[in-house]
């Protein structure tokens, strides 16, 4: 089983609709992030999560809501999708401490907004 | 704040020829570097990782790459690439003492190895 698991793995919606992307991880780790894959752009980050009850903001969180559950979930929510939210969301983990360690990523989901 | 651009978009490279893949940053403070491969429908993947100390680094499927502070930058190279290596590469920064603070990516660069 994967390490972190993303699901769906592909989800079309309709403009307007609330949609909900769930992450959960059996690594153990504290730290938990949203990124976001457009062609060209590389990844952007949406939030991120430090432990249950630290929630930030990353670089693009407008139009995006996120929840962490437990230790282990962190979902991302559209409360009204538009098109051009249409991309290839991945959650990734990390250890803490150490600014060294590396971020394990999910599989992604791949999201069409219609 | 932490910037990385990867110099090229896309490299086209024939099968057991070297390639090159170009990276430079930008931070006020110091930091640590990170090279990920992600394959067709896939997620990433950790290729290599500078911390410290030797600034040749090595890392998986025959990849290496090289820390330059004074250029800042870290690009990777494989002298003989594979079909297999198909893929987007990303670079990626955090700073130092900054524990759990998300890696800052560059925008990918797309390898394409043709026989």
């Known amino acids: 089983d994967a390490d972190v698991t993303q699901t769906p793995r592909n989800r079309i919606t309709k403009t307007g609709k609330r949609i909900m992307l769930e992450c959960s991880q059996t690594k153990g780790h504290d730290r938990m992030y949203w990124y976001r894959q457009d062609p060209g752009l590389g990844l952007q980050l949406i939030y991120y999560?430090?432990?249950?009850?630290?929630?930030n903001k990353g670089e693009i969180s407008d139009g995006y809501s996120v929840s962490r559950q437990a230790q282990a979930k962190f979902s991302l929510s559209l409360e009204s999708a538009i098109p051009n939210q249409t991309a290839l969301y991945f959650c990734a983990t990390s250890d803490y401490p150490g600014g060294d360690s590396e971020a394990f990523f999910g599989q992604g989901t791949r999201l069409t907004v219609v | 704040a932490q910037s990385v651009t990867q110099l090229d978009s896309q490299v086209p490279v024939f099968e057991e020829a070297p390639v090159e893949l170009r990276c430079n940053y930008s931070?006020?403070?110091?930091?640590?570097l990170f090279w990920y491969v992600q394959y067709p429908n896939q997620g990433l993947q950790l290729l290599l990782k500078y911390l410290s100390g030797s600034t040749l680094v090595k890392g998986i499927n025959g990849f290496e790459a090289e820390f330059n502070k004074s250029q800042t930058s870290f690009h990777l190279r494989k002298p003989s690439v594979h079909i297999s290596d198909t893929a987007e590469y990303f670079c990626a920064v955090r700073p130092l003492r900054q524990a759990g603070t998300a890696l800052i990516f560059g925008k990918g660069t797309t390898l394409s190895v043709s026989s």
């Open positions: 931070s006020s403070v110091s930091v640590y």
């Open positions: 999560s430090f432990d249950v009850k630290d929630i």
